[in-house]
């Protein structure tokens, strides 16, 4: 096709039908400016993306913050849930924290320990086992170690296994009261006990868990593993002539 192109009036004849119709102008598009529009429209989407997950987290931290702040109100007898909701988080950040988490002296799990631990010594024993009953409770640290506590739950699940064909034989009872936070599997066997140990001996224990070749040998029953559900025996060479000094530690396991 030919046209007739008049620049002053900015016309267009068609050479064949005469017709005549205005040029179209058409900008000439500015190709600079495409790879930084291009860029541009890539991040707009991305931060859209990211927005709106983050407006997602917004709103699910939000509640979560208002739940904790309900807990972190609520009365003394709430513990067991803040104590489950510590485990939920204490399960998440477990590769980033410490295996001895210190609890701090105001948390009520101080009087707790201090009060399982005076009654943990019988009515019938007299002479040095009052001193068990005054005892005081200076700290509390909560042991973290995921690979014994698996080790430890494993081991439970093959005894359940063994226990319903074999039966669990005979029934251990420990005396300790009991503590709320603590749930025990009667069909293993299960219990709390304590074991008395020097302070030298914890970071090894809570590291590696018990082990009987680490054991004083000339024990009261030979070389072994001692615990029990009295204070005052597991105290007994350790703790005996120490009680009010700092150092020396029980282990609730
Ligand atoms: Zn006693």
């Not at 074991?195 to 090894?204: A, E, F, Q, R, V």
Request: proline share 3%.
């Amino acid at each position: 096709m030919a046209y007739d192109v008049n620049f002053d009036s900015m016309t267009q004849q068609n050479v064949k039908t005469s017709k005549v119709r205005s040029i179209r102008r058409v900008l000439k598009p500015n190709e600079a400016v495409f790879p930084i529009l291009q860029e541009k429209e890539l991040l707009l989407s991305e931060y859209s993306e990211r927005n709106a997950s983050l407006t997602k987290e917004v709103i699910e931290l939000k509640e979560e913050v208002e739940r904790l702040k309900t807990l972190a109100n609520a009365a003394k007898n709430e513990h067991v849930t803040k104590m489950s909701v510590m485990e939920s988080w204490r399960m998440e950040k477990q590769q980033s924290l410490s295996i001895r988490q210190p609890i701090p002296s105001g948390d009520p799990v101080h009087s707790q320990i201090q009060n399982l631990l005076r009654q943990a010594c019988p009515q019938s024993h007299y002479a040095g086992c009052l001193a068990a009953r005054q005892l005081e409770v200076l700290s509390v640290e909560q042991v973290h170690n995921v690979k014994l506590w698996k080790q430890y739950a494993f081991r439970k699940e093959e005894i359940k296994k063994e226990s319903e064909t074999a039966g669990i034989g005979t029934v251990v009872e420990s005396e300790l009261p009991p503590l709320d936070w603590i749930q025990l599997d009667k069909s293993v066997n299960e219990v709390v006990l304590l074991h008395g140990t020097h302070s030298d001996k914890i970071d090894m224990i809570t590291q590696y868990g018990f082990d009987q070749r680490m054991a004083r040998e000339g024990g009261l029953y030979g070389q072994g593993v001692y615990f029990t559900d009295q204070s005052c025996k597991s105290a007994y060479g350790y703790l005996w002539f120490k009680l009010g000094e700092s150092g020396s530690g029980w282990l609730l396991t």
